[in-house]
């Protein structure tokens, strides 16, 4: 099978821990023990990601390919989560969604960057809380909202549907 | 490093950038900035107490009202940037058309705001 990908490196998660920016697209991404394709920012030309916390991290991006690496201070915290569930009656996910969490000033940040879904709390657990519930909250604003949306936000609003599914 | 108060982050975009303001649900107030009866782009703030939004929340956050950079944000809030120039941002990012008589201002601090989002692929190992 032939691929536009380009496969441009490999590193190693020695400590500390490195992350890295890419002045381009991310298409996805092989770990040594599985697939991590969560890392890229949508509609942005610069992307920005963390290494997980497995031993190697290959990457995959269209061409043409420039960039530079970018090794950065360790995060105060940062980790992956795997959200499975929104905590709603009247909602539920249509695909588990890895959700990076990390901590920037006085607030955690969970963010799934890819499609730009965020949100923050003062605890790890509540940053995911509001993360799940801003997803269902965004949802029901943008679909109230949706006869009179930019071409940007009905984008956004069919993203949403495809992952926050009601509840039969 | 950009860091800005929630509190008056919250004000400034309802009253200098004349965003619609959804406080009705739980966990967030939503601001929704509007022209010509067309929802350009959006954002929120968690409710509670006040609190300061730290560098990546300001850069999240003016990545969803499509104002492209943090330090856009920052211009606004500081009064470094007014209503017309946020919306010729706004406009130029999410790919409205400008308003009559509208200002027009390149969306420099946003590289790449003219691509469209294209889906992750599988990656593919050589």
């Known amino acids: ?168 | 490093m950009a860091s800005l108060e929630s509190d008056k982050v919250d004000a400034i975009l309802e009253r200098k950038l004349g965003c619609e303001v959804d406080r009705k649900t739980r966990d967030h107030n939503y601001f929704y900035v509007k022209e010509n009866e067309v929802f350009l782009s959006k954002t929120k703030i968690s409710k509670g107490p006040k609190h300061t939004l730290d560098n990546t929340l300001v850069m999240l956050m003016a990545r969803q009202l499509q104002l492209g950079v943090a330090g856009n944000l920052v211009k606004l809030v500081n009064c470094n940037l007014n209503k017309d120039e946020c919306l010729a941002i706004i406009r130029a990012s999410s790919g409205a058309k400008p308003a009559a008589g509208a200002a027009q201002v390149a969306p420099a601090a946003k590289p790449g705001a003219s691509q469209p989002y294209s889906k992750p692929r599988s990656p593919q190992k050589k």
């Open chain 1, 1 to 168: 099978m032939v691929s536009t990908e380009t496969n441009i490196g490999r590193i190693a998660n020695y400590r500390p821990r490195p992350s890295f920016s890419l002045p381009f697209v991310v298409s996805g991404a092989n770990v040594s023990e599985g697939s991590f394709t969560s890392v890229a920012s949508s509609g942005w030309s610069f992307q920005q990601a963390e290494t997980p916390a497995w031993s190697t991290f290959d990457f995959y991006v269209g061409s043409p390919v420039s960039g530079t690496w970018i090794v950065e201070q360790l995060n105060d915290l940062d980790s992956i989560w795997y959200l499975t569930d929104l905590d709603s009656q009247n909602y539920r996910l249509g695909e588990v969604l890895t959700v990076a969490v990390e901590k920037s000033g006085d607030q955690f940040i969970a963010s799934e960057p890819r499609r730009g879904w965020f949100g923050y709390g003062d605890s790890e657990d509540r940053a995911i809380g509001n993360f799940a519930s801003g997803l269902v909250e965004e949802l029901e604003g943008l679909s109230a909202r949706e006869g009179q949306l930019s071409q940007h936000l009905r984008e956004e609003l069919a993203q949403l549907r495809s992952v926050v599914i009601p509840r039969r």
